[in-house]
């Protein structure tokens, strides 16, 4: 017992004596004084018997007079010993841990236990004969630091280097100091140190009479150098670490400057040639043939301006086109004799109300059935599917072939490239409503100040009485310090997976119908005040972020005709405008449950609500001014509503809309059909009397049928989602021939139709597809302040993408979205209506001309493939 109680002490004193001593030297910060350390256990472990001599014979009585003890008592030890050097060596003293490791890796524990205490020896000399311990130059190595310790302090050294030189033009080699190089004006010392070994290594050594200038001395390097086994020539050696070292990218090199310096549109890139011996078989060419089919299709159904924007308006002047000073200030608008009328669910437009001449003539729904019909068979058919197959396949390699390539040239573009980078170029949030658009957490504080500040607005009228704000949440049984985010409850979660319905019923704050028709409603009592002011602050973050716009769906439902009116004297009265955001004016697809209410009677009245106020305005602007200056911010129409619910799929025949008095929803695509012939109508007319344009966007293909997207393809500008494009080669083909831009929102899909790792988006970017990442519902999705750059960070995090390939993205949001050309001009290039490299600027858009003249190069290839060689492409997008 006497033996362990000596052996308890022995520990106790040696855990005491290693921290203090440890702290003593984190005082000092002087890590030479390590190096002499580790020196010492080498030559205690030289001197060998001396110690041991003195100390085991009692020991070894002990031990093999109580043999349990041995067992206990190093095992108390190692506990504590490791303990300490854990504690102390692991973060700053890195050759104490690496003696200690040494120490540790012995078999037998006796030895351990003398290596200990000569540790512990080799502690309390230290400080008084360190210039005993001094090595001259020319010493053979030491053997306390293993292999792997050595591997470690190597990479970090060279990490730190790595961050910091080779950002100097004037010195290519490796500096001996990391501390210098930190504030990096020591450039000559280096040269100099870097001349003579000698130098360095009394120098180091030196610095223990010297006074400390930081913790990061050149120690660490010095540790090397005494590791070495083989004395080497001061510069040779050092340059071996900057080249070797290139665990971080390191290049030795390139100095940013001269990066800077060159012009990053010179870069050339490796070009893959592949396609000299493609020549389709006659079947291909049969395949091809009814792509091409498919693709005119599309061109004689979609609306496109007859002259384009920038025909119209030449931007000069790139610099940030002045912000409209008074964006709801009416002037009078001439009105015209034109004579709308509806048809059939379409609306006709006369010159005058006695002229019988249509004037724009669109398809009527039959042809668009039967084009649709078309569509469908020409996706199922196996031999064409086996083609689109094949030929996306190979487009997902050559673009992966390229990355193989050109990365490095890519990434050197992009470094050229002064000012921009992944932050400051321009992104558009191309897909989200606007009634999810705030943050869970604004919400809550929205909420909550409201309660404070204006707990006695009336603000309900619910069960035949007025409500105040603070009768409201007493008859919740709610006081705003109740309230958090996890109460709010409006964010998805596993419940909403493949639940559309929940996923709805989480929009209602605190699972209350009433704080959702108060805070989230723009027909409510107060006008909509509450969202309004939510509504501003939301605009305000966008304008604080600079470089985040957002296009807002917002909704009509088609109940009646006043919606029109109701929201856009919301939108002027509560001044809802920003530079930074445009508007889309969502359509949910909820025929059947008016119908059900007894709202609507047939759908032709939803078609009269939703489009005749419309046609109205832009006939006589006077009859809704504030509808036809809110108009002008208006860039497209969306169909919303759960797409995985079954439906019937449309015939060739169908009934017309003024028939369709059943109580069922139509399909898809016949609201597609409807709400494309009359969007197409109206635009025309718009266009006439040069008035802004509305496109048609709708979600399409983010669940349920194949033919949502194929009806899309014929006639929609872009869509949202499209991850079934997944499940049909053909039509995915045909998206990326036609380049159809799709919104895509990958979290939003994962928390309600797809799992984020079986998302679609990674493909469709590597084979050209024109995909953009969008939020859809920050509300209910996202955590943090900035959804969509959330939306990113997740995507290149997970996938794996390049900061060219963000930037790529970001650059065809700015394309599919609706914002004017002036804005366009002046976010990615004056000449960005340009295809190919000659419409990029890398200044703005951060994209090397590499990555835009590759897509081109190989979506033109395939253009001509299709066309047989006979494809006609204008030299402007959209067009
Ligand atoms: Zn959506």
């Known amino acids: 017992m006497d033996s362990y109680a000596l052996h308890l002490a022995m520990a106790a004193l040696v855990g005491a004596t290693f921290a203090a001593a440890s702290a003593y030297y984190m005082h000092r910060k002087t890590l030479t004084q390590l190096l002499d350390f580790a020196r010492a256990i080498e030559r205690e472990r030289e001197?060998?018997?001396?110690?041991?001599?003195?100390?085991?014979?009692?020991?070894?009585?002990?031990?093999?007079?109580?043999?349990?003890?041995?067992?206990?008592?190093?095992?108390?030890?190692?506990?504590?010993?490791?303990?300490?050097?854990?504690?102390?060596?692991s973060?700053?003293?890195?050759?104490?841990?690496?003696a200690a490791a040494a120490a540790d890796g012995e078999d037998d524990e006796e030895e351990e236990e003398e290596e200990r205490r000569t540790v512990v020896n080799a502690i309390f000399s230290a400080e008084e004969d360190y210039r005993d311990l001094l090595i001259p130059p020319g010493l053979p190595r030491l053997h306390t630091v293993p292999e792997g310790n050595r591997q470690i302090v190597r990479s970090c050294s060279n990490k730190r280097v790595g961050v910091i030189r080779p950002t100097s033009p004037k010195s290519p080699v490796v500096s001996v100091s990391a501390f210098d190089s930190l504030d990096g004006s020591d450039e000559d010392d280096n040269l100099r140190d870097d001349s003579k070994l000698g130098d360095i290594y009394l120098n180091t050594n030196g610095n223990l009479e010297s006074e400390p200038k930081g913790f990061f001395q050149p120690l660490p390097?010095?540790?090397?150098?005494?590791?070495?086994?083989?004395?080497?020539?001061?510069?040779?050696?050092?340059?071996?670490?900057?080249?070797?070292g290139d665990l971080h990218g390191v290049q030795p090199d390139p100095v940013a400057a001269d990066i800077l310096r060159r012009e990053p549109e010179h870069e050339s890139f490796i070009k893959l040639k592949i396609s000299p011996n493609e020549i389709p078989s006659t079947d291909e060419m049969e395949v091809y043939k009814i792509l091409q089919k498919c693709l005119e299709l599309r061109e004689s159904y979609v609306f496109r301006e007859e002259i384009a924007p920038w025909e119209k308006e030449v931007i000069t002047d790139p610099s940030t086109p002045k912000p409209n000073p008074n964006p709801f200030a009416y002037a009078p608008e001439q009105k015209t004799d034109h004579y709308p009328q509806m048809v059939d669910g379409v609306v006709h437009v006369y010159t005058n109300q006695h002229c019988k001449e249509r004037l724009y003539p669109v398809a009527d729904a039959t042809t668009?059935?039967?084009?649709?019909?078309?569509?469908?068979?020409?996706?199922?058919?196996?031999?064409?599917?086996?083609?689109?197959?094949?030929?996306?396949?190979?487009?997902?390699?050559?673009?992966?072939?390229?990355?193989?390539?050109?990365?490095?040239?890519?990434?050197?573009?992009?470094?050229?490239?002064?000012?921009?980078?992944?932050?400051?170029?321009?992104k558009v949030d191309t897909h989200v409503h606007h009634s999810a658009c705030m943050n869970q957490k604004q919400l809550l504080r929205f909420i909550k100040s409201k309660l404070q500040k204006e707990p006695d607005e009336v603000v309900i009228f619910r069960d035949g009485t007025y409500m105040t704000l603070k009768e409201v949440f007493e008859s919740l049984d709610l006081t705003g310090y109740d309230l958090n985010v996890d109460l709010l409850d409006v964010h998805a979660d596993k419940s909403t997976f493949h639940r559309f319905d929940k996923f709805n019923l989480k929009y209602n704050p605190c699972g209350q119908s009433r704080l959702r028709e108060i805070f989230l409603k723009q027909d409510n009592l107060i006008q909509g005040r509450f969202l309004g002011e939510l509504t501003k602050q939301v605009f305000c973050d966008l304008a604080a972020s600079k470089y985040q716009m957002a296009e807002y769906r917002i909704s009509i439902y088609g109940r009646k005709q006043s919606e029109w009116d109701q929201l856009a004297s919301w939108i002027v009265n509560n001044e809802l405008y920003s530079e930074n955001v445009v508007w889309l004016i969502q359509i949910p697809r909820l025929y059947n449950i008016y119908k059900e209410m007894g709202i609507v009677t047939s759908f032709q009245n939803l078609l009269d609500n939703i489009f005749l106020p419309l046609f109205e305005v832009t006939v006589d602007p006077d009859s809704h001014p504030q509808l036809h200056m809110f108009l002008k911010q208006v860039v497209g129409l969306d169909l919303v509503d759960d797409e995985s619910k079954p439906e019937r799929r449309p015939t060739k025949h169908m009934p017309t809309p003024a028939q369709w008095t059943n109580v069922f929803n139509p399909a898809f695509s016949y609201y597609v059909y409807y709400c494309y012939a009359n969007l197409y109508t109206l635009n025309k007319l718009r266009e006439s009397k040069g008035m802004t344009t509305i496109k048609f966007r709708p979600h399409a293909g983010e669940a349920g049928d194949i033919d949502h997207l194929a009806a899309t393809f014929l006639v929609a500008h872009n869509i949202s989602h499209g991850v079934n494009l997944r499940k049909s080669p053909v039509l995915q083909y045909l998206y990326y021939l036609a380049q159809i831009g799709l919104a895509m929102s990958p979290l939003s899909n994962n928390s309600l139709f797809?799992?984020?790792?079986?998302?679609?988006?990674?493909?469709?970017?590597?084979?050209?597809?024109?995909?953009?990442l969008s939020t859809d519902d920050p509300l209910q999705i996202h955590l943090t302040k900035e959804p969509l750059v959330e939306e990113y960070s997740i995507a290149a995090s997970l996938w794996k993408l390049s900061s060219c390939d963000l930037c790529e993205i970001a650059r065809n949001s700015v394309y599919q979205s609706g914002f004017s050309h002036a804005l366009k001009s002046h976010w990615v290039g004056k000449n960005y209506y340009k295809r190919g490299p000659d419409g990029n600027d890398i200044h703005q858009t951060n994209v090397p001309h590499i990555r835009v003249e590759f897509r081109e190069m190989i979506w033109r290839e395939e253009m001509q493939r299709v066309f047989l060689g006979n494809a006609k492409i204008p030299d402007e997008v959209d067009k």
């Open 47 to 89: 001197r060998g018997g001396g110690g041991d001599e003195k100390r085991s014979p009692r020991r070894r009585s002990a031990e093999q007079h109580q043999p349990t003890d041995r067992r206990s008592a190093p095992r108390y030890y190692r506990r504590g010993g490791v303990g300490v050097g854990v504690g102390v060596g």
């Open 91 to 98: 973060i700053s003293l890195p050759d104490v841990l690496a």
């Open 221 to 244: 390097n010095n540790v090397i150098v005494n590791g070495e086994s083989q004395p080497l020539a001061a510069t040779s050696m050092i340059r071996s670490h900057s080249v070797s």
């Open 368 to 426: 668009f059935f039967t084009d649709l019909h078309y569509i469908l068979r020409v996706i199922a058919a196996g031999n064409i599917r086996t083609v689109c197959h094949n030929r996306l396949n190979l487009l997902e390699h050559k673009f992966k072939f390229h990355l193989m390539l050109n990365t490095d040239k890519e990434f050197l573009a992009q470094k050229s490239a002064p000012h921009r980078d992944f932050y400051n170029v321009r």
């Open 754 to 772: 797809l799992d984020y790792h079986r998302n679609p988006f990674p493909m469709f970017f590597l084979r050209g597809l024109n995909v953009s």
